[in-house]
């Protein structure tokens, strides 16, 4: 493969959806010369008939031929076989991850495509590919391997990310400017040094086994692991680590990439917290808290207990809202939710479900007498005034409460009784708790 230097390098794009491909295209298409192919068969003709591109961006799932059959195909003909791909995938699991790479593939970019991401690591694979063919060149000229590294390690100074290189006993002896930049450490400072100085404690174990498995087999490993800064700062690396052979086959360096992925992590992790608890007080939505009375189910029924269920509703919450405005009724839900928190134990869990409705999950409940007098301590610190923006305001709580095993054997059976125990309260004046019994639902 050759790499002009008056021209921008070539990438073929493969994807089966507009969407995809226009994101690809904003990204790439002003630095790069793109081609794109809606299909496997449309990629592997354009290849057949003489294009080659520097770099292919394959999607993994496309009807008829995915990226993994297409992968092969590429790397079992002599003409595409040496064409870095990188698959695009939604899939972020362990096992596609291993199935991309031992299909051929050299990385894998995971979506929603970050585009911070997808220029460096497109810019680290051509970039390799250039030095690798660099190599290839000098190979006769080049006998020592310290001198491939030497010659790596020139090419990579400005590398957009972090590289190091290490022996096979683990002593760094190379790392590029950003590696400082990203870790804190100067050059001065790790050479010699195990890359372990930036090792946070943090990462499961199992991760170093597997990286482990890879390199001492000769394959490259790819991954996420938890490092710290000399800072002490935590942060989360993509590591892509790969062996260095000499002409003998035998390993004699290792190369690794490393990029910075803790603001996507962060993303990732603030997106499933959002999904599962309320935009407002934080607590759980009713998807998660369904979810805990499921499992407290399960639980009891193994330790042949009880479990609580309280549907709570605040009274006169309604006309502070209207009267007050939105922002003054929030702050009033805040208070709320936290004086309830503090009626709680470990184990038990309060969420909202609606505007003004809250639940409560109490496990281990001796007695309906135990759980009724748990739910008059919500009733007592809702009734307790609120002081908002100078304004003393006051709410009360109407409160149904339902036991599983007793009124229940079912979530939703049971939250269908605990509700209706909430609006009998609700109906008789507020202010008050009651447990369910079966003459509640015959006003239903």
């Known amino acids: 493969m050759t790499f002009p230097t008056d021209s921008p390098a070539k990438i073929l794009v493969v994807d089966d959806t507009p969407l995809n491909i226009e994101i690809l295209a904003d990204i790439l298409e002003s630095n790069y010369d793109l081609t794109i192919a809606t299909s496997g068969q449309r990629a592997l003709s354009l290849l057949n008939e003489g294009y080659q591109p520097n770099l292919i961006l394959l999607d ?35 096992d596609n991850e291993t199935k991309a790479l031992s299909s051929g593939a050299v990385d894998f970019i995971h979506k929603p495509i970050n585009a911070t991401v997808l220029r460096a690591r497109v810019q680290l694979h051509l970039e390799m590919e250039r030095r690798n063919t660099a190599l290839q060149q000098k190979f006769f000229e080049i006998n020592e391997a310290q001198s491939q590294l030497q010659v790596l390690s020139t090419a990579i100074e400005q590398s957009p990310v972090s590289i190091l290189i290490c022996t096979t006993d683990g002593a760094i002896q190379y790392v590029n400017p950003y590696f400082s930049k990203e870790t804190g450490y100067t050059t001065e400072e790790v050479i010699g040094l195990n890359p372990r100085i930036l090792k946070s404690g943090l990462t499961v174990p199992a991760t170093f086994s597997m990286m482990w498995e890879y390199l001492t087999h000769g ?25 260095v052979k000499d002409a003998e086959d035998k390993i004699t360096h290792y190369v690794a990439a490393m990029l910075d992925i803790t603001e996507r992590k962060q993303a990732h ?42 549907f709570i509703d605040l009274d006169k919450f309604k006309p502070i809202n209207d009267q007050y405005g939105h922002a003054i009724g929030d702050e009033v839900l805040l208070e709320a939710a936290q004086r309830m928190k503090t009626c709680v134990r470990k184990s038990d869990t309060v969420g909202r479900i609606g505007g003004d409705e809250f639940v409560v999950l109490l496990l281990d409940v001796k007695s309906v007498v135990n759980a009724t007098n748990r739910a008059e301590k919500f009733r007592e610190v809702l009734f307790q005034p609120f002081m908002v923006n100078d304004k003393s305001l006051f709410i009360s709580a109407s409160i149904g409460v339902a036991l599983f095993p007793e009124h229940a054997l079912t979530r939703n059976e049971l939250a269908k009784h605990a509700d209706y125990a909430m609006y009998y309260s609700k109906q008789h004046g507020g202010n008050q708790v009651n447990v369910y019994h079966p003459s509640m639902s015959e006003h239903h």
Request: with cysteine; aromatic share 8%; glycine share 6%.
């Open 60 to 94: 993994v799932m496309m009807p008829v031929m995915d990226g993994y059959d297409v992968c092969c195909v590429l790397k079992q003909n002599v003409s595409t076989q040496h064409i870095p791909v990188i698959f695009i995938t939604s899939n972020s699991d362990s």
């Open 219 to 243: 394959e490259p490993w790819s991954g996420e692991i938890i490092n710290r800064r000399k800072s002490g700062e935590v942060f989360w690396q993509e590591l892509h680590i790969a062996p």
């Open 269 to 310: 992790e603030r997106l499933d917290f959002l999904a599962h608890h309320d935009v407002l007080t934080g607590l759980p939505n009713r998807t998660l808290f369904f979810d805990r009375i499921q499992q407290g189910m399960v639980q009891m029924k193994r330790d042949t207990g009880q479990l609580a269920l309280l």
